[in-house]
């Protein structure tokens, strides 16, 4: 239920707040769900994103390190057996 | 003995396999193709969630607004007074200047009036998405003012429907203009957040609260130096810009054909425009 609320939200947040609170919710989703900032970055840049403001759509290129470290840091963390 | 019952499962379409997240990166692939694919009504289908979002901002800002102490109100309010008496006079300068400049100008201008559906700090890169387009008479490379004739910025894609204006403010966007009463020539870089930034030689004498203009029917004003960065070891200084308007709460804006002065200004900064 909170991953589902806070997936909402930060997607929801894209439309309805400044980018700098959906960048906050896209940190904290990413613990629990690590494709979040991706998805959230993808739809920042499908809304905003303008060619004349530079070739690299940044929000889904920052997204995405994002996602790649919280998928990191998660496989790190998942518990196991040391042999 | 207990009976275990295995309930047969798709091992490919498993609704307990999906994440939210998974959920989240589909529907935003799915937002990008309709993008794409089919843009005028990917913005159909947005525009009535942006007006929503607009509404509840104007909402939540007058909720809040509503906390401040009437005293702050009251000397804001004296101040404003002020500013504007002055403001007043400098306009009727202006006018009389924007006058003498218009009995030279034999090309007719068509204004069109188009709304704002998405704006800054919503829209990260600085750009507008206005609920006019092609159908409209909006076409490419039009410059875009705001109240009171305010330059913001250029059309920088058109729908049939929908257009996208990037901003003076737009990382990236560089126009050339004018600075001071003596009008000295310099080049405007947008550096985000509604912001804009300039180099100059520190023997120009430039202050701040210098107005800033860009080509138009004439130079017209985009902003004031509201700070000067300055190293002792560079010749340069920086100009830090505050646009005139507030770009975070455009709700319409005005849109023509400024003539070649304005292309030929804007194209010096980028080759993509037509």
Same mark, same amino acid.
């Given at each position: 239920?909170?991953?589902?609320? @806070?997936? *909402?939200?930060t997607?929801?947040?894209v439309?309805? @707040?400044?980018w700098p @609170?959906s960048a906050v919710l896209a940190f904290?989703?990413a613990?629990?769900?690590? *494709?979040v900032p991706l998805a959230a970055g993808l739809l920042a840049d499908?809304?905003y994103y303008?060619?004349?403001a530079g070739?690299l759509p940044v929000f889904t290129f920052y997204g995405a390190v994002v996602s790649i470290v919280a ?13 | ?38 843009? &005028? ?16 901002? !104007?909402?939540?800002? !007058?909720?809040?607004? #509503?906390? $401040?102490? !009437? ?5 804001? &309010? ?5 500013? &504007? ?5 400098? &306009? ?6 924007? !006058? ?22 919503? #829209?990260p890169y ?36 929908? #257009? ?5 403010? $737009?990382p ?20 985000? +957040? ?64 400024? +003539? ?15």
């Amino acid at each position: 239920m909170m991953r589902g609320m @806070f997936t *909402l939200a930060t997607l929801a947040s894209v439309i309805f @707040f400044p980018w700098p @609170f959906s960048a906050v919710l896209a940190f904290a989703s990413a613990s629990l769900e690590p *494709l979040v900032p991706l998805a959230a970055g993808l739809l920042a840049d499908t809304l905003y994103y303008t060619p004349y403001a530079g070739a690299l759509p940044v929000f889904t290129f920052y997204g995405a390190v994002v996602s790649i470290v919280a998928v990191f840091v998660r496989s790190r963390m998942r518990a196991g057996t040391i042999s | 003995m207990k009976k275990t019952f295995l309930a047969k499962r798709n091992a490919l379409l498993s609704f307990a396999n999906i994440s939210w997240g998974s959920l989240a990166l589909a529907l935003a692939v799915l937002a990008l193709l309709m993008r794409l694919l089919v843009p &005028n009504f990917f913005w159909r289908m947005t525009a009535p969630v942006f007006r929503i979002a607009d509404s509840a901002a !104007a909402q939540s800002h !007058a909720f809040f607004a #509503s906390f $401040t102490a !009437a005293t702050i109100l009251t000397l804001q &309010n004296e101040k404003l007074l002020n500013e &504007n008496a002055a403001l007043a006079n400098e &306009n009727q300068a202006l006018l009389q200047k924007v !006058a003498g400049q218009g009995a030279l100008s034999k090309q007719s201008t068509k204004n069109i009036i188009a709304g704002v559906i998405a704006r800054p700090p919503a #829209s990260p890169y600085d750009t507008l998405v206005l609920s006019g387009g092609d159908t409209s008479g909006i076409s490419l490379g039009q410059e875009v003012f705001g109240a009171g004739g305010v330059p913001l910025g250029v059309v920088s894609a058109v729908l049939p429907d929908f #257009s996208r204006v990037a901003l003076f403010s $737009t990382p990236g966007m560089v126009v050339q203009g004018w600075v001071g009463r003596s009008n000295i020539p310099l080049t405007i870089f947008g550096s985000g +957040g509604g912001a804009m930034k300039a180099s100059l030689a520190r023997s120009a004498g430039v202050t701040v609260g210098d107005v800033v203009s860009v080509p138009g029917p004439g130079a017209l004003p985009i902003g004031s130096v509201v700070r000067i960065d300055s190293d002792p070891s560079s010749p340069m200084v920086t100009l830090q810009i505050q646009p005139v308007l507030n770009l975070f709460s455009v709700t319409w804006v005005e849109l023509r054909d400024t +003539g070649a002065a304005f292309v030929r200004a804007f194209s010096w900064a980028t080759s993509t425009l037509p």
